[in-house]
């Protein structure tokens, strides 16, 4: 199986500096995953209407017995979880 991983970082300055980056492949990553990519394209941030929960949203997929599964992973904790 590929050694790939999956990691988040921000900005709070509109990209003038962005934060460490974070692994969150224990999460957002299957175990039996081959291959692994987000995108395609970058993720959302929308935020809280009448839920009042702001959520981060990202397409991603991969490689699991010959096929390409997509998947989306979002947080609603602002990309603590």
Not at 6 to 18: E, L, M, P, R
Not at 22 to 41: E, F, L, M, Q
């Amino acid at each position: 199986m590929p050694d790939t991983s999956v990691w988040i970082t921000h900005s709070d300055d509109d990209g003038a500096k962005w934060a460490a980056p974070h692994d969150i492949s224990t999460n957002a990553r299957k175990a039996n995953c081959g291959w692994y990519v987000t995108g395609p394209s970058q993720g959302l941030f929308l935020r809280g209407g009448v839920s009042k929960t702001d959520r981060i949203l990202m397409s991603a997929y991969h490689t699991e017995g010959g096929v390409y599964p997509t998947q989306r992973l979002f947080s609603d904790d602002h990309g603590e979880t």
